[in-house]
């Protein structure tokens, strides 16, 4: 039996696209506010994501982390500019409103997996509980998936901890294939190779360089372009 367990943002849904547009509204901001200075927005961004990455280590995905970002960009390059900080709340409000969508291909994918009885599909995602349960409900992801692991990181204990609940119920059948598929390096691949899953890494927009604990390196895991690539392999 094939336990095949999916990412959720970035893999099915489009969810990177939404920040990178907010981010670029935030830089436009800045460099309207701060013009005639001519900031670069390669600075402004460069500045942001080392804010960010500071941000994640401590809130990880709750939903003030964003807001915080942004306001403390605005405080360096704009001081405390009560306007431009107003306008950078709204931006943000603005994004955590909006749902991601399906990446094309997704439900034919998840449609043809579900025909072969062998396999059992899951969902892991990692994120904030309210939002990430919003986004599968409005996609209509729950139909498709036997059970989904909602969780606010995705270590290697946490995916222990999933495996563990897989194994458990499936604990009478005889072969057990544990697969993972996502889009990030550190969080889909390096935890659930380490314990044992076969994984798959869909190529994805997302840039998550210096967000995560150092990297182990692992090179047993195929690269998908696209994520109906899979059926070129299982
Ligand atoms: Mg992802």
């Not at 563990?164 to 119920?169: P, S, T």
Request: proline residues 2%; hydrophobic residues 40%; glycine residues 2%.
């Amino acid at each position: 039996m094939k336990i095949i367990v999916f990412d959720l943002d970035d893999t099915l849904i489009y969810t990177e696209c939404f920040y990178n547009k907010a981010i670029a509204q935030l830089i436009a901001l800045i460099s309207e506010t701060t013009f005639p200075n001519n900031l670069s927005v390669e600075a402004i961004l460069k500045r942001y994501k080392e804010i960010d990455k500071i941000n994640f280590k401590q809130f990880q995905y709750s939903i003030g982390r964003i807001e915080k970002t942004f306001i403390k960009t605005i405080e360096v390059f704009c001081s405390n500019n009560e306007y431009v900080l107003k306008k950078a709340k709204k931006l943000v409000d603005s994004i955590l409103k909006l749902v991601p969508t399906l990446i094309p291909g997704t439900i034919d994918v998840l449609n043809n997996l579900n025909k072969d009885e062998n396999n059992r599909l899951f969902l892991f995602t990692a994120g904030n509980l309210k939002i990430q349960k919003e986004k599968v409900k409005l996609n209509n992801l729950n139909q498709y998936f036997d059970e989904i692991f909602y969780s606010i990181s995705k270590t290697l204990k946490d995916w222990q901890r999933v495996k563990n609940i897989l194994k458990e119920r499936y604990k009478y059948r005889r072969k057990l294939e544990f697969i993972s598929i996502g889009d990030n390096y550190a969080r889909d691949i390096i935890h659930p190779f380490e314990l044992g899953f076969r994984c798959f890494l869909v190529k994805g927009n997302a840039d998550f360089s210096g967000y995560f604990e150092k990297e182990k390196h692992c090179d047993s895991y195929k690269l998908l372009n696209k994520l109906s690539d899979i059926f070129s392999y299982l």
